[in-house]
């Protein structure tokens, strides 16, 4: 009788201390990132006020302004591909090349582009350095001078991208994505720093949700939040995750984490470390990390910064099914990238990244899904049968969701008062129904995705899984007008919900 009541009071003591420690552990990460936001304020107020000068586009337009490669992966991209290359085409900008790498595409993605740019074959003139696929073909344009095309054998984003690597021409570098619109100035606000300090290795810029906006010509138009439950959350996501939670890093000077998407290298750089890595799904994290380790083991002094005001747009899943494909991913490839420089961990050598940025990733990314299921179990479950008192459900409730929509709602604050996207009130409004929605579900199921993720790891999975999209929808042009000067029909387009069937945690 006594061994059953010590039990018993073991068990109450042990799911006690367990469901205290994840509390104060939900506390600390939420509070670091609160830490993030106040860091990010005065950046960001910085940053709105001088981008809206014009002395800025007028020093950018100089001669002085860096030529930049704009280096595109693409695989079966064909319902977005045009348009997507039409606003990179379009920048304004004035020293700068678009090469998109068409990696074996199954679809007509290279024919759409044969077509839509009257493309030629010409003979190779690279000098290759990096390890890739063979090529098949090089490709000009005889509408664009700056576009190149290079068509190889299916390899995987990091394959094409070092493919463009070595095709490119100018010394700084664009990754970006096939399915990606970038905004006509985005390009000059991301080559700012490296204008004003020499000392820049990268540069990451914004990335938003592009679902139920108006696209015309590969541009944005008008920004429209998506008012369904999966795009409209992961829109405030988005938010959080750029407008403070990768600003608030260029403070602590361990900025790990520029997107694939959208990311400025000095190619140089690049290609010491020899490119990309192919043996990771989650190549743009990799990069970086293995970027900050070249710079801190060679005794460089440069950074990896981030600036809020350029500014591309991305599709994002609507459908559970491929949001959990993307998340897994993001976060198996966290996994495999911390193991695989985990000599970086805790290292004073590295300096803010082996101390304060790797541990981060450590403990409140890689760890975030363990722990947060655990202490849902604890709570419910204790709770449930009388081991808990109410008030522990409670606390955890309002440490582990209301905290974060607190700096939801916070992150929507800057966004309005700075860049203001989104003009209508309308738009406003969901923001705000989404920031207190979040928790609701979705936050649980993209705990649920990278759960799964350690398993895959573990079992050495290095797929990708399929991501379906809509692209842009043709609309019919608007009707012409008595006595007007005739000209081409601009494509117009609204990007529609992708048919149910994808950063943090956006990475």
Same mark, same amino acid.
């Given at each position: 009788?006594l061994?059953?009541?010590d ?21 600390l ?7 993030l ?9 910085a940053?709105w ?5 014009d002395?800025?586009?007028?020093s950018l ?8 490669s704009i280096?595109v ?9 045009v ?7 379009t920048?304004?900008y ?8 068409n ?7 290279l024919?759409r582009?044969?077509?839509?740019y ?19 073909a ?16 299916n ?11 070595d ?9 970006c ?6 905004e006509?100035d985005?390009?000059l606000?991301?080559t700012?720093p ?6 820049i ?9 592009v ?11 008008d920004?429209r939040?998506d ?7 992961q ?14 890093w ?5 900025n ?7 990311g400025?290298?000095?190619r140089?750089?690049?290609t ?17 990390v ?11 002094k ?11 747009w991305t599709?994002?899943p ?18 495999a ?10 290292n004073?050598?590295y300096? *803010?990244? /082996? !101390?304060? &940025?790797?541990? %981060?990733?450590?403990?409140?990314? @890689?760890?975030?899904p +363990? ?12 709770? *449930?049968? /009388? !081991?808990? &008192?109410?008030? %522990?459900?409670?606390?955890?409730? @309002?440490?582990?969701? +209301? ?8 992150a929507?604050l800057?966004e ?14 969901r923001?705000?129904?989404f920031a207190?929605?979040e ?9 649920w995705?990278?759960l ?13 899984g ?21 000209a ?5 387009a ?5 048919t ?7 990475h």
């Amino acid at each position: 009788m006594l061994l059953a009541i010590d039990v018993e009071r073991w068990i109450v003591t042990a799911v006690h201390a367990a469901d205290l420690t994840v509390l104060w552990y939900t506390f600390l990460v939420n509070s670091f990132f609160a830490l993030l936001l106040i860091l990010a304020g005065p950046q960001l107020f910085a940053h709105w006020r001088f981008g809206s000068e014009d002395v800025l586009t007028r020093s950018l337009t100089s001669s002085a302004a860096p030529r930049v490669s704009i280096i595109v992966p693409a695989y079966n991209e064909a319902v977005s591909i045009v348009d997507s290359l039409r606003s990179l085409l379009t920048l304004r900008y004035p020293y700068y090349e678009v090469v998109l790498v068409n990696d074996g595409s199954k679809d007509d993605t290279l024919q759409r582009l044969i077509d839509a740019y009257d493309l030629y074959e010409v003979p190779p003139a690279v000098m290759r350095r990096l390890r890739t696929q063979k090529v098949r073909a090089y490709y000009r344009s005889r509408t664009w001078t700056k576009l190149l095309v290079v068509d190889k054998i299916n390899g995987g984003k990091a394959d094409s991208l070092n493919v463009a690597l070595d095709a490119a021409r100018f010394p700084f570098v664009l990754a970006c994505d096939a399915d990606t619109l970038i905004e006509p100035d985005a390009l000059l606000r991301l080559t700012r720093p490296f204008l004003f300090d020499q000392k820049i290795a990268a540069v990451g810029g914004t990335i938003r949700v592009v679902n139920s906006c108006t696209v015309r010509d590969g541009r944005v138009t008008d920004a429209r939040v998506d008012p369904r439950w999966l795009p409209g959350v992961q829109t405030v996501e988005y938010l959080r995750a750029f407008l403070f939670g990768r600003l608030g890093w260029n403070l602590l000077g361990g900025n790990l984490n520029i997107s694939g998407a959208f990311g400025l290298f000095r190619r140089d750089y690049l290609t010491e470390i020899l490119g990309y890595a192919t043996s990771t799904v989650t190549e743009d994290f990799e990069v970086s990390v293995r970027l900050q380790r070249h710079l801190k083991e060679h005794a460089i002094k440069a950074n990896v910064t981030f600036i809020p005001d350029p500014v591309a747009w991305t599709e994002v899943p609507t459908s559970i099914k491929v949001l959990g494909r993307q998340r897994e991913r993001w976060h198996r490839g966290l996994i495999a990238t911390l193991v695989t420089h985990r000599k970086v961990l805790f290292n004073p050598k590295y300096g *803010a990244t /082996g !101390l304060i &940025a790797m541990p %981060y990733y450590l403990f409140c990314e @890689m760890l975030a899904p +363990l722990i947060e299921a655990i202490g849902l179990v604890l709570t419910i479950a204790g709770t *449930a049968v /009388g !081991l808990l &008192a109410p008030a %522990y459900a409670v606390a955890f409730f @309002m440490v582990t969701y +209301l905290y974060g929509i607190v700096l939801s709602l916070a992150a929507i604050l800057m966004e309005e008062a700075t860049f203001h996207k989104y003009r209508r009130p309308a738009d406003s409004l969901r923001l705000i129904l989404f920031a207190f929605l979040e928790p609701l579900g979705y936050r649980q199921a993209t705990v649920w995705f990278r759960l799964k993720a350690f398993w895959r790891y573990l079992r050495g999975d290095h797929s990708w899984g399929r991501m379906q999209r809509e692209g842009f929808a043709a609309a019919p042009p608007a009707p012409s007008t008595p006595n007007a000067v005739p000209a081409p029909a601009p494509a117009a387009a609204t990007v529609r919900p992708l048919t149910p069937v994808s950063v943090p945690h956006i990475h």
